[in-house]
């Protein structure tokens, strides 16, 4: 009798506990080969951005001081275009590097979103990204403030600005960047290392 009763909530508990763990083996994660599809397909979304790009760039310094600089974007799919690399360079008229960024865009399949890890002047930072059907949008909280960036891609050249948006809605353009694109690059994929 003693033996039932210590028997009773330890058959109550395996039966609740075996039909919950089923369930959980039997819901599988993605496999890899349907997540690099799903990945491959949302960043076709963002081809219209790879090349070789050069033109002019002008930003708003701390200081107040308008700066004009030659601004070069290198831009290439990577890991069979399941993601894309961006790197920018902006050089003043002596042809000395001012400014020098690199990011790595991505799909993140669960939540539906594209995401930029970007490094800049000492800088590091995650910011959601967004398609758009002639370019692309992308923004960074800065308290308060709001830096807004939109590009617009269109016949080879590349526009994108930057905008500080106040509280009150109000826009201050701090950046603007036009640039031509010359060419076709195969980097970073090209040069990679083989087996031999």
Do not use: C, H
Request: aromatic share 10%; hydrophobic share 35%; no cysteine.
């Amino acid at each position: 009798m003693r033996i039932s009763t210590l028997l009773k909530p330890l058959l109550v508990l395996l039966f609740v506990v075996i039909p919950a763990s089923t369930d959980v083996v039997g819901q599988r994660p993605p496999n890899s080969e349907e997540l690099l599809t799903e990945q491959k397909k949302a960043m076709n979304k963002l081809n219209r951005m790879n090349g070789l790009w050069r033109g002019t760039a002008w930003t708003i310094l701390r200081s107040g001081k308008k700066q004009t600089i030659t601004q070069t974007e290198r831009m290439g799919a990577f890991l069979d275009g399941t993601v894309k690399v961006v790197e920018g360079k902006g050089f003043d008229t002596d042809g000395n590097v001012v400014f020098n960024a690199f990011a790595v865009i991505s799909f993140d399949t669960q939540k539906k979103k594209y995401f930029m890890r970007s490094y800049a002047q000492g800088q590091a930072g995650d910011f959601q990204i967004t398609p758009t059907d002639d370019g692309y949008t992308w923004e960074i909280p800065a308290g308060p403030v709001t830096i807004r960036y939109n590009a617009v891609i269109k016949d080879n050249t590349l526009t994108e600005t930057g905008d500080r948006i106040m509280p009150n809605g109000k826009s201050i353009r701090f950046f603007e960047m036009r640039l031509n694109r010359i060419g076709d690059t195969d980097w970073p994929s090209g040069g990679s290392l083989g087996p031999k």
